[in-house]
């Protein structure tokens, strides 16, 4: 039998090469991180010029193809799965969760219908029914897996949007946003930029966006907040957080959210890493009141360690989440009755995106998130109070989760000097960031495999940084 014929019926021997050589790549490159500078050795530019070829005429085979991928990638690939690697606030892609996600790949199912994916919808609907058990929120909420918190915000927005308009007798998905009522829009200070990303795709446009004071920490102020309320003219949408960038700390939702109740507005809830500390019984009052909003955010491509991508909406109230997510057509199935996946995410078509976290839960059980969540919190203090105790640096936040900003005593061009020493030295890999007015060193502790080893190694090279820079 031909090659071509062969194909016909599953696997050429190309193809078949192709796969185990990018599995065997893939399980060669995650042995080897330890023994890997903790970021690309290559440029940028260096990286682009490498795949930067005319597309040529004839095609090539399948295993060459998978091994220049490898070869042009040697160098480029940042160690953002190691526990060296302290920025933004990642998870390491646990191998869990890794491995099955090649069987997404390889399965290649349109997620979008329950009807046509029936093992696909049994994971998600269960990662969906364990996401919010563990985080405490209501059972009967309306939840989708989208591609990370970005998009749970606008998508937890447009709900909001959509059942704000309808209490002042507007259907927005009828008449649209030309000539509705105000939504007044309250929003603190030291949001991420995401949610109000979030708001000007959900059409409420960046300039009627009233911000309001913060403290210290980036929570916002209550004070502050119920004036801004009393000066509404309609029941408004209010954007609180759980977890700042910065500081990882909570806005005071038990003080706030029954203002905006009583006001009949709406309260969503960015937790895109925050909001995971519900699942921890000991540190779980930090979040109060959390659990009375309207909708949240929350990622599983951070705290979970899901691989890239997966987040997380929840609306308590399901029917909004679907009025302004779901698309209906004569080809898709009739399946109004049971749960859809469409019908929570703006994507028609979608990867498969819930089945490695639903890997990674069963894999770490109730007692092993909690154990991860509560160790990085704790490994948070540690390098908080070593840091802290020495007079070259200044810990700019009270630890409320897993977040440390370190700015140095000698000011901001010292705090750059010592990150990018750190960075070059490429022992871990802490990244930048500016609060209270400083440069910052952003220390950011989410990676399952992060212990005190580790922690201790960012520590050291911090403080070795620091001599070298003060000469
Ligand atoms: C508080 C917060 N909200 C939203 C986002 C955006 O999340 P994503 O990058 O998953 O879309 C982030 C990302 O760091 C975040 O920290």
């Known amino acids: 039998m031909s090659e071509q014929e062969k194909a016909a019926f599953g696997l050429t021997s190309n193809q078949a090469r192709a796969m185990t050589k990018a599995s ?32 040529a005429d004839l ?13 042009a990638a040697d160098g480029g690939i940042h160690q953002m799965t190691a526990p060296s690697f302290f920025a933004y606030v990642c998870g390491g892609s646990h191998p869990v969760g890794v491995a099955a996600d090649f069987l997404v790949s390889a399965w290649g199912q349109n997620a979008a219908s329950a009807y046509e994916t029936p093992a696909i919808t049994g994971m998600e609907r269960q990662v969906c029914n364990w996401v919010i058990e563990l985080l405490g929120l209501p059972q009967e ?51 991420h930029s995401a949610p109000l990303a979030a708001l000007r795709y959900a059409g409420f446009g960046a300039a009627r966006v009233r911000r309001v004071a913060t ?37 005071p939702f038990a003080e706030i959210i029954p203002m905006v109740h009583e006001r009949a507005g709406w309260v969503h809830v960015d937790g895109a890493f925050g909001l995971w500390l519900a699942a921890v019984p000991e540190l779980a009052s930090r979040l109060a009141g959390v659990q009375q909003a309207d909708s949240w955010a929350v990622d599983l491509h951070k705290w979970l360690n899901a691989p890239y991508d997966c987040g997380v909406v929840v609306v308590r109230e399901r029917r909004w989440l679907v009025a302004a997510m779901s698309a209906r057509g004569a080809y898709l199935p009739d399946v109004t009755a049971h749960w859809e996946p469409s019908d929570s995410t703006p994507e028609l078509s979608r990867r498969a995106r819930g089945v490695p976290s639903y890997a990674i839960l069963r894999q770490l059980g109730r007692q092993g998130l909690r154990e991860m969540i509560a160790r990085h919190c704790r490994l948070a ?43 070059a030295r490429a022992k871990v890999y802490p990244s930048h960031g500016e609060w209270a007015g400083c440069k910052v060193i952003r220390i950011s502790i989410s990676n399952y495999a992060m212990y005190d080893a580790e922690v201790d190694l960012l520590c050291e090279e911090l403080e070795a940084a620091l001599c070298a820079c003060q000469g």
């Open 24 to 55: 065997q790549a893939a399980l060669t490159y995650r042995q080897s991180l330890p023994s890997l500078p903790a970021r690309p050795s290559m440029a940028l530019d260096e990286a682009v010029a490498r795949f930067a070829q005319p597309l």
């Open 381 to 423: 203090e540690r390098a908080a109070k070593r840091l802290g105790q020495n007079d070259g640096f200044r810990v700019l936040n009270q630890v409320h989760s897993n977040q440390v900003v370190v700015a140095c005593t000698g000011g901001d061009d010292m705090t750059m000097r010592v990150l990018e020493t750190v960075q």
């Open 59 to 71: 095609g090539m085979a399948d295993d060459v193809v998978i091994q220049h991928l490898i070869d």
């Open 141 to 191: 909420s309306g939840v989708g897996l989208v591609t990370g918190a970005s998009l749970a915000n606008t998508a937890g927005i447009m709900a909001a949007r959509n059942a704000l308009l309808a209490r002042q007798g507007w259907d927005v998905e009828a008449q649209g946003l030309f000539g509705a009522p105000e939504i007044p829009v309250l929003v603190g200070q030291d949001a």
């Open 215 to 251: 403290d210290d920490q980036g929570r916002i102020d209550p004070q502050a907040f119920r004036q801004a309320l009393e000066d509404c003219p309609a029941p408004p949408l209010v954007l609180l957080q759980a977890g700042q960038i910065n500081t990882g700390a909570f806005d």
